[in-house]
């Protein structure tokens, strides 16, 4: 797997055609889903905008209504950075500076969020015992490889946190 590494101020990793794959499939999926897609009513949609005023509804309306657009395009564009900063012949070094790898952590923080609703994932699922259960029921489940994805986007974003703060 990818690890980022802090060199000469940049974060710095070397990923497999399979991983940019994944992660151009997840960045433009996140996008579809803000652009295309974008439901007030969607759950992750939700997750991704939560109420600031959960009861008081009317005045979470109006702030939506205020910040929602930049909050929209923020996320696209922090989106667009993982796509901009993939390899494009599909296996590379990624070099992030720091306002780079800032992008690359919210972005991967917010389709881990959309990814983990998806999947209904909560601060008590034990992952781990998730994907092997997982795996028992159907090995080649579109869950298995669901749960994979979501194990590695975590993976990935704790190796570029490491990276970033070093």
Not at 79 to 87: D, E, K, Q, V
Request: proline letters at 4%; hydrophobic letters at 40%.
């Amino acid at each position: 797997m990818t690890l980022f590494k802090r060199r000469n101020g940049l974060c710095v990793a070397t990923f497999r055609e399979d991983e940019v794959r994944v992660l151009r499939k997840v960045a433009e999926e996140v996008v579809g889903l803000l652009t295309e897609g974008f439901d007030h009513e969607d759950p992750v949609v939700g997750r991704l905008f939560p109420d600031v005023y959960p009861d008081l509804p009317r005045e979470s309306a109006e702030f939506r209504r205020f910040t929602e657009g930049d909050l929209k395009t923020s996320k696209i564009d922090q989106a667009g950075a993982i796509l901009a900063g993939l390899p494009e012949d599909g296996e590379g070094e990624v070099r992030l500076d720091p306002e780079a790898a800032e992008a690359w952590l919210r972005a991967l923080n917010d389709a881990r969020l959309a990814l983990g609703i998806r999947l209904e994932i909560t601060d008590d699922t034990d992952l781990e015992r998730e994907l092997d259960h997982a795996i028992a029921e159907d090995p080649s489940s579109a869950r298995v490889f669901q749960l994979s994805v979501y194990s590695y986007l975590g993976y990935l974003q704790d190796s570029l946190l490491a990276a970033h703060t070093a």
